[in-house]
């Protein structure tokens, strides 16, 4: 207070004048809010005052003069004042950061310094002060949002910095300049598109070398401005690791931004399928292309080349062979040229023989429809509502068996197999999670497989049996599945029927769809289940068989399912519950038994046959117990419920197709 005294009484006396050296002590008498020790301990604690606060004419004097940094840090300055931060604060931006707002006043610290603001430990909280303050972010400087850093923080880069306290994880200084920090529109910015992967490669000297002499590199060196840079693969701030299931899912989406004409192939794969579900463990771009150093498949170097696609494949597909490594991951069926076995397959095959089933029991089930409409209408409607009296034993144990064995296993393989052919719909990806993600899908799937052989082989083997043992009844008559001049008859005269010209054919044992609805699963399941093995043991399969030979088997597994599934639950439902006459469900397959009035009704030819014969009383029965009873509703019910659910899903996804 001494030298206050003194200085003020001196105003009086002569003119106001600055000492030429004007020591610190001499100031802090009058400025107590600056910490002594802590203005000592700085890196500046050797200067005065007077050195930082060199406009200063008065003593006393009412305001501290603004400080000018560049008379010790002039280049410095001058970055500062280019930059974003500096061109703000030129603008009058309050918010924008000044020299003090990252160094502090009177403690500067070196960065060196542990406690220090500027230490790269520090650094990252030191710029989210700012930058993830979202009342700071609200002017009228454009700032990157909030979750940018907190991307920065939850990303490799900020938790090997502050979670492990790596000196060499890179913070927002190393990557966008401590002084000289320039939007990424800047062509001279550290972070504008040409030059990020110099500024990646400032740590990752390795990949960027790598990265040089990839097909992505040689754009990046002719400038090209479309070529992707490391930021165009890996996110800038939340960078993730690359064996992490959010990076390694998220790849084929970085991939077809530019490299849209493939994306479709890739997703129409099992490759794509299964990552669309987030099967980590599937094949996604970079496995097989490699992540920096990705050539054309001429250069001898490439991991797609021949030369190199069994050693790529056999990552993944241990003692994969020559053959195995002509697989396509890309093939086409629309393209003749790249993929011709699929194209030929597909167009030719496959493709007319869904449109040809669809058309044909399309335009027959339209028809039934509006002449059943009619005969309600009219009260023409047959109603059989008794369940007493004298039954029909229509079906014996092992038919009924079978059949319960061949709803379960279909609708198994249905449920767990057409999330791979909708995996990029949301049903197909929450009936994917419901059966605990593709892993455990996949083997929920062949199960249900092999309980399809099994009673595949129990059925063949039955009429082995009976042919051997001289039954042919099963194979030709009135009792076949087989198909007869009869059905044809039949047919014609369900069209006159449909049309209202002639009265409703008379039908046998069997009618013309039942006979189609048998040979539907007596063709699909041999031509879906080699397929599907096929698919299952590829390795093996081409040992002796091209790699192609497994994108024709996913084709054709894929799209005879397709046709399965949608005959089923569309045609056969129909045919066999839905329709007025039996809705809204037909228990005689799960009981065996129909009441006589109704059997009389629906198949009058083999009733007349039957008393003809003098054999009618050897089909004669009770009526089923209340527990079949029960048993035929709840699993009924069940089946048809999961069947029109799925089919549903597929006609709303095949119309959103169409309607988009």
Known sequence: ????????????????????????????????????????????????????????????????????????????????????????????????????????????????????????????????????????????????????????????????????????????????????????????????????????????????????????????????????????????????????????????????????????????????????????????????????????????????????????????????????????PHADPHNAKTSPQVYYVYNYLMKWLLIGVFAFFGLHMLLWIQRSIVMLVRGEMPKHESTEGTWVLRFRKQTMFTHIALVVSFLGLAATGLPLMYSDHPWGKALAKFFGGVGVSSVIHRTFAVVTLGYALYHLIFLLRAFFKGDRSLFWGPNSLMPRVRDLVDLKNMLKWFFYLGPRPRFDRYTYWEKFDYFAVFWGVPVIGLSGLMLWIPQVVTRVLPGWALNVAMLVHGDEALLAIGFIFTFHFFHTHLRPEAFPLDPVMFTGRMPLERFRDERPDEYARLVEEGRLHEYLTTPPTEQQVAFARWFGFTALTIGVLLIIAIYATLLSKFTH
């Open 1 to 328: 207070m001494r030298t206050l005294f003194i200085a003020t009484l001196l105003s009086f006396v002569i003119p106001a004048a600055v000492p030429a050296q004007l020591a610190s002590d001499d100031c802090l008498g009058c400025h107590d809010t600056v910490d002594a020790k802590k203005f000592t301990a700085s890196i500046h604690g050797s200067l005065n005052c007077a050195d930082c606060h060199a406009s200063i004419k008065d003593v006393p004097h009412e305001n501290i003069a603004k400080v000018d940094c560049s008379t010790c840090h002039e280049d410095v300055v001058k970055q500062y004042t280019s930059s974003v931060h500096g061109t703000a604060h030129a603008r009058g931006d309050k918010a924008a950061a000044t020299c003090i707002d990252c160094h502090g006043k009177h403690d500067i610290l070196p960065k060196s310094d542990p406690q220090s603001k500027t230490n790269r430990f520090h650094v990252p909280q030191l710029c989210a002060s700012c930058h993830a303050n979202t009342a700071i972010t609200k002017t009228h400087t454009p700032l990157p949002p909030p979750e940018v850093i907190q991307k920065y923080f939850d990303g490799v880069h900020g938790k090997a910095t502050m979670e492990k306290g790596l000196n060499v994880a890179p913070v927002c200084s190393d990557c966008h300049g401590a002084h000289n920090v320039l939007p990424k529109s800047d062509p001279t910015s550290s972070i504008s598109h040409q030059n990020v992967p110099t500024t990646c490669g400032k740590c990752h000297e390795g990949i960027l070398n790598l990265f040089r002499e990839s097909s992505h590199g040689q754009a990046w060196t002719k400038n090209n401005a479309g070529g992707p840079v490391c930021s165009s693969c890996h996110e800038a701030h939340g960078i993730k690791g690359t064996q992490t299931a959010g990076f390694r899912l998220g790849m084929v989406g970085q991939c077809s931004n530019c490299h849209a004409a493939e994306a479709p192939t890739y997703r129409d794969s099992f490759h794509g399928q299964a990552t669309e579900l987030g099967f980590v463990a599937a094949a996604e771009c970079s496995d097989c292309h490699t992540p920096h150093l990705n050539l054309p498949k001429s250069d001898p170097r490439s991991s797609i080349n021949p030369k190199n696609r069994v050693k790529t494949c056999a990552k993944c597909h241990a003692n994969a062979t020559p053959n195995f490594a002509t697989f396509q």
